[in-house]
């Protein structure tokens, strides 16, 4: 499990160095970053009957921190899906992007997104989830704004990022208050009794479940995903089938067994899951690009997931991972029959295609199949799993079922919408001449539309694979799954739905143009933009108001700023502190040359005063040092403390005289005043820091600096070998300041001005566009 999780990374070290070099065929080095995910299914096969297995690296031993993995029957099962979805992405992407692509970049992302995946789905330790669940934004982020040429790919990266973040933030809070309510850092070991009494659970639950909304566009947060589809078409497939948009699915189905018992769990999942499945299937409808019908779909699905998860009990969590299954085969075989079509005629507008069965005919095929499935019609395996649902929405009321039976019933008007562009005269551009796709193109999507045709004919296969979660969701009685249960409610539903779906496609048009007439003037687009200019406005606002101020001004408010945030802290929680040293002349010598200096620049009457007054306190720090038998510091600090004065020195023609800058009576008060409260809080905040979590590692330092060095320098030793990536990181720091000044110099330079056409990479690119 820990090379399935590790071993993308590395691989997307290697793709980036390798893509420049090997154009498209990266692809097959990224495809292979997934094998280790894919050799899980050896442990999958000895599922239910064997433990979850464990792997554990030690993290920060000091503090209880160890990096878990644990491989039960649902993280094992999400990450074989994981691992299938990504190596067909990878594949299909080599036929399917343009050579002008940046593939080094593409495949980097790519692998990095899968890694941290598979991070999230395996790891038991809550530190590293909250990690690895970052790690899917930021990633996800890259490759949604791949084409970072265009405004409408750099819009939904944003988009999606501050949505996520906000989901991220969420989670980090309630990583936090589950460990400290259960006891523990780790899932598996939380005493669940202990947590659920204690003042933190209600709190966890709910930012666990803004979390878990955020990341899976439940509403109101579904309107980062629609827009996201300007990623390419295998991104698409690959996040929005079984990976990214899943990742919240997959938290409320682990976390389900821990805040399940409440009925504020599933009071909150199940209604805003079945709304969202509702406004999905709504909105899919009166889409006219294929990608962005597959988005709303892509909701509407996560709702339907979301609502049977949030149900809590061995039904639902059984009719879920069912189905689970199923989406991923349909979604993501449908993704990439939608970039066939794109890849080959040029456009995916629904009004402008037609009659593509004759150019394309196992693309037809495919197509059918996958619709088929999403729409929940025999012998298909998404009718095996719709049915599973209406089960378990009979159980919640016919409230319950009535929204499930009209969001399932415009999903079968859209996924006939969907396949319509087979059907009819021939409708697609003139100018285009569709060739028919290669094999190696079809053979991703013809294995997905296989899969979801196996899961009907066979629902055994299905069922086998869901039972393999049973152990880690709970669902041991689970029930056996077939085409043919007899005459049920579940039935007659399905059979509602049917008749339904029929009737909203026989007046489409009508139901299209009431929809524009329903449509408001407001959504959570529009919200979501007002909030960003508003935000805009106010942060200019401030920075007019601040910004321009002179420098003791900012100053000024920078230490009032940072006592609001400190002296609440220092005052609620006061800390019993101790001087770690004894006083003696010299400490008291240095003590009084550094008050002596900060007195003397604020009495001195000119520049040149002030600032050889202000070196008094550099080199009483360097004294300091050398006091405390710190000699490379000492000389570090008066290497630097030199090189101030001196550039103070050179500055003095731009700076103000210190009589130009007056102040009243009462600015010298305030001024002292806020000088005074400042030193005095960070002084307590240095002497209660010195409480010392675990006893003092100095003496390892004294004892193996020689030995374990081999250098008579303890600071040296230190800085080399046994904190040898602080120094790296520091030096990283140091590199990054250094390009960004080298950057800042070239501003003004003259350049060549980007083109027009070099904003879009390829041809596919420029089709990659969905309309907002």
Same mark, same amino acid.
């Given at each position: 499990?820990?090379?399935?999780?590790?071993?993308?990374?590395?691989?997307?070290a290697a793709a980036a160095l390798a893509g420049p070099k090997l154009g498209r065929h990266t692809g097959w080095l990224a495809a292979a970053g997934f094998l280790p995910a894919l050799a899980l299914a050896s442990r999958l096969l000895t599922l239910p009957g064997s433990p979850p297995q464990t792997e554990t690296l030690h993290w920060v031993p000091q503090l209880g921190l160890d990096l878990v993995f644990r491989g039960d029957g649902f993280s094992l099962l999400f990450a074989c899906l994981i691992g299938v979805i990504g190596t067909l992405a990878a594949l299909y992407s080599v036929f399917y992007l343009s050579s002008k692509e940046a593939f080094g970049r593409f495949y980097a992302y790519l692998l990095l997104f899968g890694g941290s995946m598979l991070g999230v789905v395996l790891t038991d330790n809550l530190p590293a989830l909250f990690c690895f669940w970052e790690m899917t934004s930021v990633s996800s982020f890259l490759l949604i704004g791949l084409w970072h040429t265009r405004a409408a790919a750099r819009d939904g990266a944003v988009k999606a990022f501050l949505v996520s973040a906000l989901g991220g933030l969420a989670l980090l809070a309630a990583?936090?208050?589950?460990?400290?309510?259960?006891?523990?850092?780790?899932?598996?070991?939380?005493?669940?009794?202990?947590?659920?009494?204690?003042?933190?659970?209600?709190?966890?639950? $709910?930012?666990?479940?803004?979390?878990?909304?955020?990341?899976?566009?439940?509403?109101?947060?579904?309107?980062?995903?629609?827009?996201?589809?300007?990623?390419?078409?295998?991104?698409?497939?690959?996040?929005?089938?079984?990976?990214?948009?899943?990742?919240?699915?997959?938290?409320?189905?682990?976390? /389900?067994?821990? +805040?399940?018992? *409440?009925?504020?769990?599933?009071?909150?999942?199940?209604?805003?899951?079945?709304?969202?499945?509702?406004?999905?299937?709504?909105?899919?409808?009166?889409?006219?690009?294929?990608?962005?019908?597959?988005?709303?779909?892509?909701?509407?699905?996560?709702?339907?997931?979301?609502?049977?998860?949030?149900?809590?009990? !061995?039904?639902?969590?059984?009719?879920?991972?069912?189905?689970?299954?199923?989406?991923?085969? +349909?979604?993501?075989?449908?993704?990439?029959?939608?970039?066939?079509?794109?890849?080959?005629?040029?456009?995916?507008?629904?009004?402008?295609? =037609?009659? &593509?069965?004759?150019? @394309?005919?196992?693309? +037809?095929?495919?197509?059918? #199949?996958?619709?088929?499935?999403?729409?929940?019609?025999?012998?298909?395996?998404?009718?095996?799993?719709?049915?599973?649902?209406?089960?378990?929405?009979?159980?919640?009321?016919?409230? +319950? #079922?009535?929204?499930?039976?009209?969001?399932?019933?415009?999903?079968?008007?859209?996924?006939?919408?969907?396949?319509?562009?087979?059907? =009819?005269?021939?409708?697609?551009?003139?100018?285009?001449?569709?060739?028919?796709?290669?094999?190696?193109?079809?053979?991703?999507?013809?294995?997905?539309? /296989?899969?979801?045709?196996?899961?009907?004919?066979?629902?055994?296969?299905?069922?086998?694979?869901? %039972?393999?979660?049973?152990?880690?969701?709970?669902?041991?009685?689970?029930?056996?799954?077939? $085409?043919?249960?007899?005459?049920?409610?579940?039935?007659?539903?399905? $059979?509602?739905?049917?008749?339904?779906?029929?009737?909203?496609?026989?007046?489409?048009?009508?139901?299209?143009?009431?929809?524009?007439?329903?449509?408001?003037?407001?959504?959570?687009?529009?919200?979501?933009?007002?909030?960003?200019?508003?935000?805009?406005?106010?942060?200019?606002?401030?920075?007019?108001?601040?910004?321009?101020?002179? #420098?003791?001004?900012?100053?000024?408010?920078?230490?009032?700023?940072?006592?609001?945030?400190?002296?609440?802290?220092?005052?609620?929680?006061?800390?019993?502190?101790?001087?770690? @040293? !004894?006083?003696?002349? *010299?400490?008291?010598?240095?003590?009084?040359?550094?008050?002596?200096?900060?007195?003397?620049?604020?009495?001195?009457?000119?520049?040149?005063?002030?600032?050889?007054?202000?070196?008094?306190?550099?080199?009483?720090?360097?004294?300091?040092?050398?006091?405390?038998?710190?000699?490379? $510091?000492? &000389?570090?600090?008066?290497?630097?403390?030199?090189?101030?004065?001196?550039?103070?020195?050179?500055?003095?023609?731009?700076?103000? =005289?210190?009589?130009?800058?007056?102040?009243?009576?009462?600015?010298?008060? #305030?001024?002292?005043?806020?000088?005074?409260?400042?030193?005095?809080?960070?002084?307590?905040?240095?002497?209660?820091?010195?409480?010392?979590?675990?006893?003092?590692?100095?003496?390892?330092?004294?004892?193996?600096?020689?030995?374990?060095?081999?250098?008579?320098?303890?600071?040296?030793?230190?800085?080399?070998?046994?904190?040898?990536?602080?120094?790296?990181?520091?030096?990283?720091?140091?590199?990054?300041?250094?390009?960004?000044?080298?950057?800042?110099?070239?501003?003004? %330079?003259?350049?060549?001005?980007?083109?027009?056409?070099?904003?879009?990479? *390829?041809?596919?690119?420029?089709?990659?566009?969905? !309309?907002?």
């Amino acid at each position: 499990m820990t090379l399935a999780v590790f071993f993308p990374f590395l691989m997307s070290a290697a793709a980036a160095l390798a893509g420049p070099k090997l154009g498209r065929h990266t692809g097959w080095l990224a495809a292979a970053g997934f094998l280790p995910a894919l050799a899980l299914a050896s442990r999958l096969l000895t599922l239910p009957g064997s433990p979850p297995q464990t792997e554990t690296l030690h993290w920060v031993p000091q503090l209880g921190l160890d990096l878990v993995f644990r491989g039960d029957g649902f993280s094992l099962l999400f990450a074989c899906l994981i691992g299938v979805i990504g190596t067909l992405a990878a594949l299909y992407s080599v036929f399917y992007l343009s050579s002008k692509e940046a593939f080094g970049r593409f495949y980097a992302y790519l692998l990095l997104f899968g890694g941290s995946m598979l991070g999230v789905v395996l790891t038991d330790n809550l530190p590293a989830l909250f990690c690895f669940w970052e790690m899917t934004s930021v990633s996800s982020f890259l490759l949604i704004g791949l084409w970072h040429t265009r405004a409408a790919a750099r819009d939904g990266a944003v988009k999606a990022f501050l949505v996520s973040a906000l989901g991220g933030l969420a989670l980090l809070a309630a990583v936090a208050l589950i460990s400290l309510g259960g006891g523990s850092t780790n899932l598996s070991e939380l005493n669940l009794d202990a947590l659920r009494a204690s003042p933190y659970f209600v709190p966890a639950l $709910l930012l666990t479940l803004l979390a878990a909304f955020t990341k899976s566009a439940q509403l109101p947060f579904h309107l980062w995903l629609p827009t996201a589809m300007e990623a390419p078409t295998p991104i698409s497939a690959f996040l929005h089938s079984a990976t990214m948009v899943k990742a919240g699915v997959f938290l409320v189905a682990k976390l /389900g067994l821990v +805040f399940g018992t *409440s009925a504020l769990w599933s009071g909150i999942t199940v209604p805003v899951g079945l709304a969202t499945l509702f406004w999905g299937s709504y909105l899919a409808l009166r889409q006219t690009d294929l990608k962005a019908l597959l988005a709303f779909s892509t909701i509407s699905q996560l709702g339907l997931l979301m609502s049977l998860y949030g149900l809590a009990n !061995e039904e639902g969590r059984y009719a879920a991972t069912v189905h689970l299954l199923n989406h991923a085969a +349909f979604k993501a075989a449908l993704f990439f029959v939608v970039g066939i079509i794109d890849h080959e005629t040029g456009t995916r507008e629904i009004p402008r295609l =037609g009659g &593509l069965r004759r150019f @394309f005919p196992v693309t +037809f095929v495919v197509a059918v #199949l996958a619709a088929m499935s999403m729409a929940g019609l025999p012998p298909l395996g998404g009718f095996v799993s719709k049915e599973l649902f209406y089960e378990a929405m009979l159980h919640q009321g016919p409230l +319950f #079922l009535a929204v499930a039976v009209l969001g399932s019933a415009m999903t079968l008007a859209y996924s006939w919408r969907l396949i319509s562009v087979f059907f =009819g005269e021939v409708r697609h551009p003139e100018d285009a001449h569709p060739d028919r796709p290669s094999n190696a193109i079809l053979t991703p999507p013809t294995l997905l539309a /296989g899969a979801a045709l196996l899961f009907g004919l066979w629902p055994g296969s299905a069922e086998w694979l869901a %039972k393999t979660a049973s152990a880690a969701l709970a669902f041991g009685s689970a029930p056996h799954l077939s $085409l043919w249960h007899g005459v049920t409610p579940a039935l007659l539903a399905t $059979l509602l739905t049917w008749a339904l779906g029929a009737a909203l496609i026989w007046q489409m048009p009508r139901f299209l143009s009431v929809q524009r007439r329903l449509t408001p003037a407001w959504n959570a687009n529009t919200a979501y933009y007002g909030l960003r200019q508003w935000v805009d406005i106010a942060a200019t606002a401030i920075i007019l108001r601040t910004q321009g101020l002179a #420098l003791p001004d900012q100053i000024r408010i920078s230490l009032i700023c940072a006592a609001l945030l400190l002296a609440p802290v220092l005052i609620s929680t006061p800390q019993p502190f101790r001087l770690a @040293f !004894e006083f003696d002349i *010299s400490v008291l010598l240095i003590a009084v040359l550094l008050v002596a200096g900060a007195v003397g620049v604020g009495l001195s009457r000119n520049r040149l005063t002030a600032v050889i007054v202000m070196g008094l306190t550099g080199f009483g720090s360097a004294g300091a040092f050398l006091v405390f038998r710190a000699p490379d $510091l000492a &000389l570090t600090q008066m290497v630097i403390e030199t090189v101030t004065v001196i550039l103070f020195m050179l500055t003095f023609r731009y700076l103000p =005289g210190v009589r130009d800058l007056p102040r009243r009576k009462w600015q010298y008060a #305030l001024d002292l005043t806020i000088a005074g409260l400042s030193g005095l809080a960070v002084t307590t905040l240095v002497l209660a820091s010195r409480q010392a979590l675990a006893p003092s590692i100095a003496p390892y330092y004294l004892v193996h600096s020689y030995k374990g060095g081999g250098g008579n320098n303890v600071v040296n030793v230190t800085l080399v070998d046994f904190r040898g990536f602080d120094t790296m990181g520091e030096i990283t720091v140091v590199g990054m300041v250094a390009l960004a000044v080298m950057a800042l110099v070239r501003v003004g %330079k003259p350049g060549r001005a980007l083109a027009e056409s070099d904003a879009q990479p *390829s041809a596919a690119a420029s089709r990659e566009q969905v !309309e907002p």
